[in-house]
């Protein structure tokens, strides 16, 4: 199994820090990750938050790609709802062939009710944008002529450079049945949560097998959520870690509209991996266990507001003593 970190480059009110220095240290985190082992890099998007949570992904992984040489570069998720698919095949064309060919792109259609507010865009409409969005894609990176017409896209004849030194991966990530059924319908990648009820991942492998793909050929990344966090001692950790949580979760409550746990203290700590290896490495055996084939895992690389040394030396540690129980 494969293993990678995931970024968003939050800078909370509390722990507030000058943004450029949120960045830099998020940058060498991502470049660290590779001299540790680390197999992939993933960063995720949301737009107009307090928090400053990563706007803008693939300038960002264009700014990893030229730190690093051999990690691969992933969204996790890139709101494909909220941007035009043109402009998204020519970004991710640019940015592919700037890390030599090790970009891959997770898609999604967003649910934040204020993104679509701000940015002009019918929330009901986000699935079916982001289906079509797939389909230009593919015909985009291609670099020949194509035209299509959908609902909410039409494309004339056009030809779209420069072409990317690959293909990028495309992953459709989400929980559902519907991001399920839209990942096997097209052929593409799944990416889930761990804690996805295994019917939902068996319903994308029918589904890939039921329009013509095998889905032996088809991998599963699965993101654990709300985080990892390794250390020597469990209790210690989680003194460290808990506040940081905290704030996490509260903030996913605030977006969905509801209530926040009032203290740390009320946190469900089993939802969290936080302890020595070995008591990490049989956590994830468990966990994703159910789901069956699942070809790399990823997890927050940095809690919201955790100082840099602390979430390094959780990274360390994972990369030395947990990676190898995995082979």
């Known amino acids: 199994m494969k293993f990678g970190i995931w970024l968003d480059f939050r800078n909370p009110q509390r722990w507030r820090q000058p943004w450029r220095a949120v960045y830099e240290e998020t940058l060498e985190m991502a470049a660290g990750a590779e001299d540790l ?21 693939l300038p960002a992984l264009t700014a990893i790609a030229a730190r690093t040489s051999r990690i691969r570069l992933g969204t996790a998720m890139l709101l494909a709802s909220l941007v035009h698919p043109l402009r998204l095949a020519e970004d991710a064309a640019v940015a592919d062939l700037l890390s030599g060919g090790r970009l891959e792109l997770g898609l999604a259609p967003g649910y934040r009710d204020k993104e679509f507010e701000a940015l002009g865009v019918a929330r009901a409409q986000r699935g079916a944008r982001t289906e079509e969005t797939v389909q230009i894609l593919r015909r985009a990176w291609t670099g020949e002529p194509f035209s299509f017409e959908g609902e909410h896209f039409r494309v004339d004849d056009v030809v779209v450079t420069p072409v990317p030194e690959q293909a990028p991966p495309v992953w459709i990530g989400g929980g559902s049945r519907a991001a399920a059924l839209r990942a096997g319908r097209h052929g593409l990648r799944f990416l889930p949560d761990l804690g996805t009820d295994p019917e939902i991942l068996d319903l994308y492998r029918t589904t890939l097998a039921a329009h013509g793909h095998d889905p032996a050929r088809f991998g599963v990344t699965a993101i654990v959520t709300p985080g990892v966090y390794v250390c020597e001692d469990a209790e210690e950790g989680w003194r460290e870690i808990k506040e940081h949580y905290w704030y996490l979760l509260n903030k996913f409550q605030e977006w969905f509209g509801l209530p926040g746990l009032p203290s ?10 936080v302890g020595p290896p070995d008591h990490i490495a049989e956590q994830l055996r468990e966990r994703v266990k159910p789901l069956g084939d699942v070809e790399r895992v990823i997890f927050f690389g940095r809690a919201p507001g955790l100082p840099a ?13 947990v990676i190898p129980r995995f082979g």
Do not use: C, I, M, N
């Open 37 to 57: 082992g680390f197999e992939s890099v993933w960063l995720s998007e949301h737009h107009l938050t307090d928090d400053g949570y990563l706007p803008s992904l």
């Open 264 to 273: 740390a203290d009320d946190l469900p700590r089993e939802l969290f991996l």
């Open 309 to 321: 040394e602390k979430a390094r030396r959780s990274l360390q540690l994972f990369a030395e003593h």
